[in-house]
């Protein structure tokens, strides 16, 4: 089975800074999916990013990215120039391409709340 | 224009009843699916349908029956409650190899 860590349980960054939150994934499989969902107070679950494992290239969004490294089996997102709507909890999920019944879902990580110091 | 949408938003309710929670979907997409968020923030997959029929079941007690009437639609009924069935409960949909768009939660809490 699959598992996702999210190894810091809480960050903090200063406005206009730049942050890295991490996550590592335990997988056998050669092809998959990777995503950073955020949730903030809300609680709606707002897709940031996302990273496909056959792509080399590391997705972009605007001031989010990734460090996919797959072979470490780590997806790090970074946030440049952090504003304070950036403050929420941040997950990282994975999952399998389709193709079986238990490949649709998503498992998550445990989260890390950033917070954004003005 | 809301996406994927959840009624109620809130649902307070006595152990041992039965509730129902409602999703519905305007993406067009043929996968949905049921989550739990517990009080620690941890998300869990329940359940899932592709094109009305059940696919993915995790170890969910008996007590949570799912029910897709159509494509757009997944309804969640709880019967008999318990305290720890109180969390956030949320419902996603998606395309197939595609990200999954997540409703707004229904917070449940049973006393």
């Known amino acids: 089975a699959q598992t996702v860590t999210q190894s810091q349980p809480e960050m903090s960054v200063q406005e206009a800074e730049t942050v890295t939150l991490s996550c590592t994934y335990d997988?056998?499989?050669?092809?998959?999916?990777l995503f950073w969902y955020k949730q903030p107070p809300s609680r709606q679950m707002i897709l940031v990013i996302r990273?496909?494992?056959?792509?080399?290239q590391n997705a972009t969004e605007n001031r989010f990215s990734v460090n996919f490294q797959k072979a470490a089996k780590s997806f790090s997102l970074k946030i440049s120039d952090s504003q304070l709507g950036d403050a929420a909890m941040y997950f990282c999920?994975?999952?399998?391409?389709?193709?079986?019944?238990?490949?649709?879902?998503?498992?998550f990580g445990k989260g890390t709340l950033l917070t954004v110091n003005p | 224009d809301t996406a994927v949408s959840q009624t109620p938003k809130y649902l307070v309710t006595q152990m041992g009843n039965d509730k129902s929670i409602k999703c519905e979907q305007n993406?067009?997409?043929?996968?949905m699916y049921w989550y739990k968020q517990d009080s620690k923030k941890f998300l869990k997959i329940m359940f899932s349908?592709?094109?009305?029929?059940?696919?993915i079941n995790e170890t969910v007690p008996n007590r949570f029956s799912p029910k897709s009437p159509d494509k757009a639609h997944l309804n969640l009924h709880i019967n008999s409650l318990e305290l720890g069935d109180s969390a956030v409960y949320f419902c996603?949909?998606?395309?197939?190899?595609?990200?999954?768009?997540f409703g707004p939660g229904t917070r449940l809490t049973v006393t």
């Open positions: 996603a949909s998606s395309q197939v190899n595609h990200e999954q768009y």
């Open positions: 349908y592709n094109n009305k029929e059940l696919i």
């Open positions: 990273q496909e494992a056959y792509k080399q």
């Open positions: 999920a994975y999952r399998s391409p389709s193709g079986g019944g238990s490949n649709y879902k998503l498992t």
């Open positions: 997988t056998s499989e050669s092809d998959y999916y």
């Open positions: 993406l067009g997409h043929d996968t």
